[in-house]
């Protein structure tokens, strides 16, 4: 299969998920702006999505694929079936004991992450955050076994459907902010039990979709058996370092986050809708590409081909710099336009769309850097090892807090965004000098004439896209939200149509993408 068109589908399933959740979250800002309480739903729901990215999304599913592709490379299909049955058991115990844990000391846990909520002015927006947590925290099971099934399906070539689920999620908290708000004081407390709906959703149709290739879990109780398993101890060992790695970046998630509840209240939702829309280019692009990778670097390492194994990374660096670059640009230029055109209805006024808009503008500085380790990590990953993306994610966590230091007093919220771009950008020139100096990856021919296509299709974009945005007064247009909408869309389609011209007319062809799996 051509991993072009495979990130294509992932990336095309993964733009209706991001559609879906700016509906949500226009929903959401519209009926609760970015208010006291908003913030405090944020709090709560960002909780088990680090625990998902912790131990679901991040450290599980680094350390599971790669041996996972290398078990049926050595042992074929029926040979992971064992390891398929032993894993998901431990997996789904462990995390019912960590839900069980934070069910229980949701206080502590609430206190970590939004330490400002303790303030004795909002103890009803912290008693909020604490109930949200306390109903959200089993959603990190749901997401824990839908990384496993994940797995199982991108090693297998099916990325369909992992790539669609998280619509799921999306419909349910949209259907919770229509149907249930009326049933809940607060409100808000609807969209806790949204998020729930929304992972039990998910993990129906993603089981569904293993059983349809005869690799469901065999469920037993032979936890000793599944403990002294070789490869799960292997994927044990594997964990724990990817662990300390993805822990890292949550760390500096988490004390973002507090800090963000001390500064203007609302600086909490700005920055999450300020993130949602940097999700659209970092799923689409780094997201995809990285999915894709990581099984296909693992069976190029499993087979010994070192030339293939770096041409798949030239492969994932040159696509994401064609399209990542344009992107950070037309974030940066038409972040009024983008905000304005999404978030500005009911409760979230100009003000709110002008703090969200300069979040934007700062987050956007650093999306190639996130990009690129969405590209350069699985460089590591794809050879099991985990150790050296740790080291360096250790370093730039440091990084990330000593920007804070300077940025954050002078720029509030924006500070926050900024050193999370600039962070990023230093831990993908570190994993890059990294891969280079081992000799890991070899860049291919023609990167000189690659990067001057390139620097020409965002010139002439950047023009136009400048000249279009100084003639829109994207917040007048508020009480013709659709003509508004269409607006938006002929801009961004003509900077598309400007960047991918100019790269044609220097000979640029689709051709020139392809790689085969």
Wanted: aromatic share 8%; net charge positive.
């Amino acid at each position: 299969m051509s991993l072009l068109r495979s990130s294509a589908t992932i990336s095309g399933l993964t733009l209706l998920s991001r559609i879906t959740g700016l509906v949500r979250d226009i929903l959401i800002a519209r009926a609760f702006g970015a208010g006291p309480l908003t913030d405090a739903f944020w709090v709560a729901f960002r909780i088990p999505n680090l625990l998902r990215r912790l131990f679901a999304e991040g450290a599980f599913a680094q350390a599971f694929v790669p041996i996972l592709g290398a078990v049926r490379h050595d042992h074929g299909d029926d040979g992971v079936r064992p390891l398929l049955d032993r894993v998901a058991l431990l997996l789904t115990l462990a995390l019912m004991a960590v839900t069980l844990i934070g069910i229980v000391a949701a206080p502590v846990v609430v206190t970590l992450v939004g330490s400002g909520l303790r303030d004795s002015a909002r103890a009803d927006d912290f008693a909020a955050a604490v109930w949200m947590t306390r109903v959200m925290f089993p959603y990190i099971v749901c997401m824990s076994l839908i990384a496993f099934a994940s797995g199982v399906l991108n090693t297998w070539q099916r990325f369909a459907v992992p790539a669609f689920t998280p619509v799921l999620l999306n419909l349910a908290m949209i259907g919770a902010s229509i149907g249930l708000v009326a049933y809940f004081d607060p409100p808000i407390y609807a969209l806790a039990v949204g998020v729930m709906i929304g992972g039990l959703a998910q993990l129906a149709v993603q089981w569904a979709a293993l059983r349809r290739l005869g690799l469901t879990p065999r469920w037993n109780l032979q936890v000793g058996t599944a403990w002294r398993d070789p490869t799960v101890q292997r994927i044990l060992r594997q964990m724990v370092p990817a662990t300390i790695g993805v822990s890292v970046a949550q760390i500096s998630i988490i004390i973002n986050t507090n800090i963000a509840t001390w500064l203007t209240p609302g600086s909490v939702t700005w920055l999450s809708f300020a993130d949602r829309l940097m999700e659209f280019p970092t799923a689409l692009l780094g997201v995809a590409l990285g999915t894709v990778l990581l099984p296909s670097l693992s069976r190029a390492f499993a087979a010994e081909d070192t030339r293939g194994y770096s041409h798949l990374l030239d492969w994932g660096l040159r696509l994401m710099l064609l399209t990542g670059l344009p992107a950070a640009l037309g974030l940066a230029l038409l972040a009024d336009g983008l905000v304005a055109t999404l978030f500005h209805y009911g409760a979230f006024v100009a003000s709110d769309v002008s703090a969200t808009q300069t979040a934007v503008m700062a987050y956007a500085v650093g999306l190639v850097g996130l990009l690129s380790v969405k590209i350069l990590a699985p460089g590591f990953y794809g050879r099991q090892d985990i150790r050296t993306p740790v080291r360096i994610a250790i370093g730039v966590l440091v990084i990330t807090q000593c920007l804070n230091l300077v940025l954050v007093p002078a720029l509030g919220h924006n500070g926050l965004a900024l050193s999370i771009g600039l962070a990023a950008c230093v831990n993908a020139l570190l994993l890059l000098r990294g891969l280079l100096q081992r000799g890991i990856y070899q860049p291919g021919a023609g990167w000189l004439i690659f990067t001057l296509r390139m620097i020409a299709g965002l010139l002439v974009m950047g023009v136009g896209l400048w000249w279009l945005d100084g003639r829109i007064d994207w917040l007048a247009l508020q009480a013709q939200p659709l003509w508004r909408a269409a607006v938006l869309l002929a801009v961004v389609g003509a900077a598309a149509a400007l960047y991918f011209a100019t790269l044609f007319a220097s000979g640029l062809r689709v051709r020139h993408l392809r790689r085969q799996a």
